[in-house]
């Protein structure tokens, strides 16, 4: 899927560990997506990366997910 995104795509998960389970794996992947100006939609967080409280929360997630990994 990471190949085939073009600018101004919206990429949809249902929760955030189905994209990573890894914190790291899980910045990369969002400053990838950053720099090719796609966002990302968690569906059942409801996080939209566009906005930076909701950044901060994702990040927050992504911490608190691999912490229970």
Known sequence: MID???????IYITKLDRLT???IVLHN???FLDNKY??????HQ??????PADR?????LGAIAEFER
């Open 56 to 60: 901060l929360l994702f990040t927050m």
């Open 38 to 43: 796609i966002n990302l939609k968690v569906l």
């Open 4 to 10: 085939f995104v073009r600018k101004g795509d919206v």
């Open 46 to 51: 409801n996080i939209n990366t566009t906005s």
């Open 21 to 23: 389970k890894s914190g």
């Open 29 to 31: 992947i969002i400053k």
